[in-house]
């Protein structure tokens, strides 16, 4: 074992001599050290690897709104989201990764392309959530009569005066439930 090198070098970010073996080896088992001191290599590193993944969320969010804008029909739009969902891990990670990059596309230049993308792709998930909801006039009585008595029930439950409303003018007594709270 040699003796501990007392030899010290300045580091060129942040100017501050450091013995020489705060420095990295440029290649394993080389002698050739870098210019930057360890900790302001790995901070560099740090940066780096931020900027490269805020990049790579810029380019996965740019790139589903030009998808899902180009989406042929319904079941594309489906298999985009959620494939864009799980890279983003989960719903909640991907709204506000999208709202974000959305706001930014449009802060940094409101008409350009990239920014209308986002406003198609918004349009186009409208547009299908609007086709997903039901089609009346292709239901059947059974299922029209289902759906009529969950919405009164849900109607009811909202605004409880109707209904006791309701009863009063046909002659019932309204009992409330035992259980319910004031
Ligand atoms: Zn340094």
């Known amino acids: 074992m040699s003796e501990p090198s007392t030899e010290m070098r300045l580091c060129r970010q942040c100017l501050v001599p450091k013995p020489i073996d705060e420095f990295r080896l440029r290649r394993r088992g080389g002698t050739e050290r870098m210019r930057q001191c360890s900790s302001c290599h790995s901070q560099t590193e740090k940066l780096r690897r931020a900027s490269r993944r805020s990049k790579l969320e810029r380019d996965a969010a740019a790139k589903f709104a030009l998808d899902l804008k180009n989406a042929k029909n319904h079941k594309q739009v489906v298999l985009l989201c959620n494939a864009v969902i799980k890279r983003f891990g989960g719903m909640g990670a991907f709204a506000s990764a999208w709202l974000k990059q959305a706001e930014t596309a449009c802060g940094e230049k409101p008409g350009s392309k990239k920014a209308c993308d986002f406003f198609q792709a918004g349009?186009?998930?409208?547009?299908?959530?609007?086709?997903?909801?039901?089609?009346?006039?292709?239901?059947?009585?059974?299922?029209l009569?289902?759906?009529?008595?969950?919405?009164?029930?849900?109607?009811?439950?909202?605004?409880?005066?109707?209904?006791?409303?309701?009863?009063?003018?046909?002659?019932w007594t309204v009992i409330p439930p035992a259980t319910a709270s004031l």
């Open 123 to 143: 349009l186009r998930l409208m547009e299908y959530c609007e086709a997903q909801r039901p089609n009346m006039g292709q239901m059947s009585d059974e299922e």
């Open 145 to 171: 009569r289902t759906r009529a008595m969950y919405e009164i029930q849900r109607f009811i439950e909202q605004q409880p005066e109707v209904a006791i409303a309701a009863a009063n003018r046909l002659g």
